[in-house]
């Protein structure tokens, strides 16, 4: 994206004047920069004001390969939601936006304030910083002959079932260590992690039906029972299936 200099310029001076008066990281003359957050193409200007030389960033998967071009000092990340690097935060698209301020509410506010900020939104609390830009579905579609491909349509009929890594291997006749080093290699997920992700995909599916019952829902998408159900629901999204029910359903 095309920069206003005025802008790269006035992020500068307000950088340098933070670092001159108490310390980029702050210090005991005062609090310092204690964060720097950016939103989607944001990230472009933090890093042509020099801010984030050696950092860890995230910016929209469309962007990802200009920014890297641009700034080879930065480790760009291709999938992530969000990434906090010290003081410095980046964040995705508009929406992972909305994480990154929600996970910032809960570092000052702590859990409860964050849950209710995500009420009063309207959205989810939360996804978590390294969650992928993409469903399972997309990556797969993206490559369909790949072995993530390959494995996410043995694994779709299968959700219901008790399937373990070594199930997995063997039904392509890989090793678990080749499993786990392919699939970290197409998708950045182990094979539990990409079960878990099918369930939880399916899972949301369901409860998105008229009619469907929670107790359904978990037995049908694999989880198996209502607890199980709930607990993955509350680790992954933040909320009860009872309440993405009422409120997709």
């Not at 992690?193 to 049908?220: D, F, I, N, T, Y």
Request: with cysteine.
């Amino acid at each position: 994206p095309a920069l206003d200099p005025a802008t790269v310029r006035w992020v500068q001076r307000a950088a340098a004047g933070m670092a001159a008066t108490h310390g980029v990281d702050g210090g005991q003359g005062g609090p310092g920069l204690r964060r720097c957050c950016s939103v989607c193409t944001g990230v472009f200007v933090l890093a042509r004001a020099g801010l984030l030389r050696g950092r860890s960033v995230v910016t929209h998967w469309m962007d990802v390969a200009a920014l890297q071009a641009q700034h080879a000092e930065l480790q760009v990340l291709d999938d992530a939601i969000y990434v906090k690097d010290g003081p410095y935060y980046t964040s995705a698209g508009i929406a992972a936006g909305i994480d990154l301020a929600l996970s910032l509410v809960e570092e000052d506010r702590g859990r409860g304030a964050a849950l209710d900020t995500a009420k009063r939104l309207v959205v989810f609390f939360k996804r978590p910083g390294g969650q992928r830009q993409f469903s399972s579905e997309l990556l797969a579609q993206a490559d369909p002959q790949g072995l993530h491909g390959q494995l996410t349509d043995w694994l779709r009929p299968r959700l219901k079932r008790q399937i373990d890594v070594e199930q997995m291997a063997a039904a392509f006749a890989v090793s678990v260590r080749t499993l786990h080093r392919r699939l970290q290699q197409e998708a950045g997920v182990s094979p539990a992690q990409l079960l878990l992700r099918l369930r939880m995909e399916a899972a949301c599916g369901l409860l998105e039906r008229p009619g469907m019952s929670v107790k359904r829902a978990a037995s049908q998408s694999g989880f198996g029972n209502e607890y199980n159900l709930r607990r993955a629901f509350s680790a992954q999204l933040g909320v009860v299936p009872s309440a993405y029910q009422q409120r997709f359903g």
